[in-house]
C-alpha cells in the first residue's frame, strides 16, 4: 500500500486551517506583544513541543493503514497539535485579562483529544490481540506443513505420530475404538530397480491417490517411509477394520499402470496388517502394527 506523504493529507489541511483560524481569532482580540517581553524559554519548550506532535502525527501516518484506529489516533493527535499550538501563539500576543474564552483554545481540545486517543489505543490493543492470534494460527499451519511428505500430499512419519497421540486421547476420552492399518506395496524395489526411482515415485504419487479415494472422510492416511502407508480410523472397530483394509488390498491389485518410458504395464499387490489401539502410546502401537506386518509379509506370496 502506497503512503501519501504527511504534507498532503486531509489531516495537514484541516490542522493547518485550525491553527491559522485560531491564530486569527487570538489576533483579532489581542495585541502582539513586543520581543522584549517574549518568553524565549517558553517558546523553545512550547515550539518543541508542537513540533514533537507534528512528528508523532506524521509518523502514525505513515506507519499505520487507513481504518478507525488510525482516525482516533489522529484526530487525537491533531487535537493535541492544536492545543499545543494556541498555547505556543500565546507567547506572542498578549490576551486582554478580561476575555476568557481565549484559554479554552488551549485547554478544551486536550480532554477531547485524551478521549479519542484512549479509545484509539483500546481498539489498537485489540488489533493487536488478533494478529497475533492469526499469527500462532499461521505458525502452527507452517509447523504442520513442515511434517507433511515431500512427495504426496498426505502427513509423513512425525506427523502420523502426533496425530496419533491426539487421537488415543480422544478414543480414551469419548471410549471409542482406535483401528490402525498399515499397508505396504510388496516388492516394490523391484520397481524402482527395473523402472528407476522418478517411476517409483510416480507410482507411489498414484497409489496414495488411490488409497484416498478409498478411504471415508474421518480416516487419516500418512506415508510412514517408503512405500509403507498408515492409516488411522476413528471410531472403528475390528471389523470394520479389516473389510476397509480388504477393499485397499482390492484396489492397489485392480490398479494398472503404464510407465512412462517402455510403456509395459505394471502390476502391485499389497500387504496389510491391523491393529486396535488398547493401552499403547503412540510408539509401541506403531511399532506392534509394523511387527504384525512384518509377520503378514513373510508369509504372503508377493506378485507384481
Known amino acids: ?28 482580540r489581542g495585541d502582539v506583544k513586543p520581543i522584549s517581553e517574549v518568553n524565549w524559554l517558553d517558546v523553545m519548550s512550547e515550539g518543541g513541543m ?15 493503514p487507513a481504518g478507525r484506529v488510525t482516525r482516533l489516533l489522529a484526530f487525537g493527535l491533531c487535537a493535541i497539535v492544536f492545543s499545543w499550538s494556541m498555547d505556543f501563539m500565546d507567547e506572542f500576543i498578549r490576551m486582554p485579562s478580561t476575555l476568557i474564552w481565549h484559554n479554552w483554545l488551549e485547554s ?6 485524551l478521549i479519542l486517543l484512549s479509545i484509539g489505543i483500546y481498539h489498537w490493543h485489540q488489533e493487536e490481540i488478533a494478529i ?28 502420523l505420530k502426533k496425530q496419533l497421540k491426539l487421537s488415543l486421547a480422544e478414543s480414551k476420552k469419548n471410549q471409542q475404538p482406535l483401528a490402525l492399518i498399515a499397508i505396504d506395496l510388496d516388492d516394490f524395489n523391484v520397481i524402482n530397480r527395473l523402472y528407476g526411482i522418478k517411476e517409483g515415485d510416480h507410482i507411489l ?6 488409497l484416498l479415494l ?27 477394520a ?11 491389485a485392480s490398479f ?26 503412540s510408539d509401541s502401537l506403531i511399532k506392534r502394527l509394523n511387527q504384525l506386518l512384518s509377520q503378514r509379509k513373510q508369509t504372503a506370496a508377493p506378485v507384481i
Open 132 to 159: 497475533s492470534a492469526q499469527m500462532v494460527k499461521r505458525e502452527r499451519y507452517f509447523r504442520e506443513h513442515r511434517l507433511f511428505d515431500k512427495l504426496m500430499p498426505v502427513g509423513g512419519g512425525a506427523y
Open 214 to 240: 478409498n478411504l471415508r472422510d474421518k480416516d487419516l492416511i500418512c506415508r510412514l517411509a517408503g512405500d509403507r502407508f498408515v492409516i488411522l480410523l476413528h471410531d472403528t472397530d475390528e471389523a470394520e
Open 242 to 252: 479389516k473389510q476397509l483394509s480388504q477393499d485397499l488390498q482390492h484396489a492397489v
Open 108 to 113: 478544551m481540545p486536550i480532554p477531547i483529544a
Open 1 to 28: 500500500m502506497k503512503k501519501r506523504p504527511f504534507l498532503q493529507t486531509s489531516y495537514f489541511y484541516g490542522l493547518a486551517t485550525a491553527i491559522v483560524s485560531g491564530t486569527l481569532i487570538l489576533r483579532a
Open 256 to 281: 494398472a499402470y503404464r510407465t512412462q518410458e517402455s510403456q509395459q504395464r505394471v502390476y502391485l499387490t499389497a500387504t496389510t496388517a491391523i491393529t486396535m489401539a488398547k493401552r499403547d502410546d
Open 50 to 64: 508542537v513540533i514533537l506532535a507534528f512528528f508523532w502525527l506524521a509518523l502514525l501516518l505513515r506507519s499505520r
Open 205 to 210: 504419487q498414484l497409489v496414495c491417490q488411490l
